[in-house]
C-alpha cells in the first residue's frame, strides 16, 4: 500500500506559492488512505497557452500518509534509502491536458493527465500504476492498494 503512495508521490511539486504531491491511494476490500508531501523543488512556466515543467524534485524521504508503521512500509516499497529523489523530468501542456516524464526508483515512466492554473498555482492530476514501478501485491493483514493511484501536484507558476 505504501508504495502505492510513493509513486505518485513522485512525481511533481514545488516551492513558492504552492508545492505539494498528494497521491490517494485506494484499498481493497474497501478504503482509501493520501500520501504527502511538500517537499518538492521546482516550478511551471505559462508562456502563451502552454505549460511546462523541468527537473521537479520530490524528497520521497518526507512522505506521510499519517500511520507510521504504513509509511514505513510505503518507503521501503519505494526504496528511498537508494532513490530518495522522485522527478519530473520534464512535462508539457495545453488547453487543460498533459504529459510527462518522471524517473522513479530509477527508471522513467511517461503519464499523461490533466492541470489547470488558478492564478499563481498550477494544479495537475494524472494515474499511475504500481505494478508500472515494479510494486506488486501491496497488501498487509488481508487489506491490499489496488494497482492505480491518482496523484496531485501543485506547483508554483512563472510567466
Not at 491511494?25 to 511538500?38: E, N, Q, W
Request: proline share 2%; aromatic share 6%; glycine share 8%.
Amino acid at each position: 500500500m505504501k508504495t502505492l503512495i510513493s509513486l505518485f508521490i513522485i512525481l511533481f511539486s514545488t516551492f513558492t506559492y504552492a508545492q505539494s504531491i498528494d497521491v490517494l491511494v485506494k484499498l481493497s476490500p474497501a478504503g482509501s488512505f493520501h500520501a504527502i508531501t511538500k517537499s518538492v523543488k521546482g516550478e511551471a512556466s505559462v508562456q502563451g497557452g502552454k505549460v511546462s515543467a523541468n527537473n521537479v524534485q520530490v524528497d520521497l524521504r518526507t512522505l506521510s500518509t499519517g500511520v507510521d508503521l504504513r509509511d514505513k512500509h510505503l518507503k521501503d516499497r519505494l526504496q528511498v534509502d537508494k532513490f530518495p529523489i522522485a522527478k519530473l523530468v520534464t512535462a508539457e501542456g495545453q488547453s487543460g491536458k498533459g504529459t510527462a516524464t518522471l524517473e522513479i526508483k530509477g527508471s522513467k515512466q511517461n503519464v499523461s493527465g490533466t492541470y489547470a492554473v488558478e492564478g499563481k498555482t498550477l494544479r495537475a492530476e494524472f494515474k499511475m500504476k504500481m505494478t508500472d514501478l515494479g510494486i506488486n501485491d501491496a497488501r498487509y493483514m488481508g487489506v491490499g492498494a489496488k494497482d492505480e493511484v491518482t496523484v496531485t501536484i501543485e506547483l508554483p507558476v512563472r510567466n
